[in-house]
């Protein structure tokens, strides 16, 4: 990987890392390539239980990198969808991975960059965070499945609202809309967001896979459906072996 993406895995817990603050970690083609290929090698591993997404330096992400496509107007649809579409895999590779993605939201997280917070399962911000959808400022259309996930977050017209006029959100508007479950000082940021991710790791990790897959099928569900997932679910988790140890020890305590 290059040095605009880092990947340690330790502790079932993949910290996945935009680490190029020298360019407010713009996202390039250089940096999808990495992006995708980390989420490949997320998905793939089996001691994955949590992924954690954060950002070195002042600024999450500032989104695409404008220069990049100036410099490549003479092939801007090629680039941009080939862009787009590497972008689009390390996406559904996240989202298709059996752990939770939680993400520690420092500084600002403009167009690609907010698409990327939107995916998550779980935000934490630090207090100064801001979001701004920013993609029709420059006469761009999303990207990142932000149009599929903000509507489900917040509802098609304070979706439209957002994306179409890019209010800059701080974290407690953020937080109000749904956006973000957790707002602390920025200064307790890495450790908040650590802290979680360990506090999900240390959960039986089937259930936490199943409540994962539950709520990311319910929102095209009717409730017969989702009740009959919800049933097999936790039928299938009952007969697993942490969790009948967890009971004996849960009883075995009362006594």
């Not at 330790?10 to 990495?34: C, H, K, Q, T, V």
């Not at 989202?95 to 998550?120: D, I, K, W, Y």
């Not at 999303?142 to 800059?168: C, H, N, Y």
């Amino acid at each position: 990987m290059s040095d605009r993406v880092t990947l340690e895995i330790a502790g079932g817990i993949a910290r996945l890392s935009l680490a190029n603050p020298a360019r407010r970690n713009a996202i390039d083609l250089e940096f999808l390539e990495d992006f995708a290929a980390a989420a490949l090698d997320i998905q793939s591993d089996a001691s994955v239980r949590v992924i954690l997404l954060r950002a070195d330096g002042p600024v999450f992400s500032v989104g695409g990198d404008l220069a990049d496509m100036v410099a490549n107007r003479h092939r801007a649809e090629r680039h941009v969808l080939e862009m787009a579409s590497l972008f689009h895999l390390g996406i559904e590779r996240l989202q298709a991975s059996r752990a939770p993605l939680v993400v520690a939201l420092g500084g600002t997280a403009a167009g690609g960059g907010f698409s990327l917070v939107l995916g998550a399962d779980l935000v934490i911000a630090g207090q100064s965070a801001k979001l701004v959808s920013a993609y029709l400022k420059s006469g761009l259309t999303p990207d990142g499945g932000a149009t599929w996930f903000l509507p489900r977050l917040v509802g098609r017209q304070k979706a439209f609202e957002i994306m179409a006029l890019s209010p800059v959100l701080s974290a407690q508007d953020a937080q109000a809309l749904g956006l973000v479950a957790r707002v602390v000082a920025d200064d307790a940021l890495d450790a908040e967001a650590t802290a979680v991710a360990a506090q999900l790791a240390a959960l039986p990790s089937d259930a936490l896979f199943v409540l994962k897959r539950q709520l990311h099928a319910s929102p095209g569900h009717g409730l017969a459906d989702q009740l009959a997932v919800e049933a097999g679910g936790i039928a299938r988790s009952a007969a697993q072996p942490d969790v009948q140890a967890a009971l004996d020890a849960f009883f075995a305590k009362g006594k």
